[in-house]
């Protein structure tokens, strides 16, 4: 797609999209472009300037630093950082079962094996069914930077 700055033959400039320059010639010679103030469909593409990056522009672009559109919140990045804590205790403190967590969960309950902190993953449905059988667990929190 290529955007074209056009003018009629009355002066009024606007712009349109087209496929490719053939298109606009097509369009232009069939008389199918029309003004949108006056109507005519004498047009021509305006003088336009090329989009040239230059390496002064991309070191000027470099040099501008980076200006956030809102302070973040200081309540939410302490319970992010509380949050993350957390996570972090659990993940040094515990055995990680993988997809194994409601087996291990319900041996640990029904004291088949050594009580001991575990943590993994579970379906929908596997957690589910630990509630239904009075088995306490808690979610890990995820954390926003993890889906990044």
Not at 2 to 18: P, T
Not at 32 to 48: E, F, H, N
Not at 139 to 146: C, F, I, R, Y
Request: glycine share 6%; aromatic share 6%.
């Amino acid at each position: 797609m290529i955007r074209y700055d056009l003018v009629c033959s009355a002066g009024h400039e606007f712009d349109s999209w087209f496929r490719d320059a053939g298109a606009f010639d097509k369009a232009a010679g069939a008389k199918a472009l029309a003004c949108p103030v006056c109507g005519d469909t004498s047009i021509t593409k305006a003088l336009m300037a090329p989009a040239v990056s230059t390496a002064r522009r991309r070191e000027a672009r470099a040099e501008v630093p980076a200006i956030p559109v809102a302070a973040p919140d200081p309540r939410q990045l302490a319970l992010r950082e509380m949050l993350k804590k957390v996570r972090e205790h659990v993940e040094a403190n515990a055995d990680y079962v993988g997809d194994r967590f409601a087996e291990e969960a319900r041996k640990i309950h029904y004291e088949e094996v050594e009580p001991r902190g575990i943590y993994g993953e579970a379906s929908p449905d596997e957690a589910r069914a630990l509630v239904e059988e009075g088995i306490e667990f808690h979610a890990l929190p995820s954390l926003p930077e993890e889906g990044n």
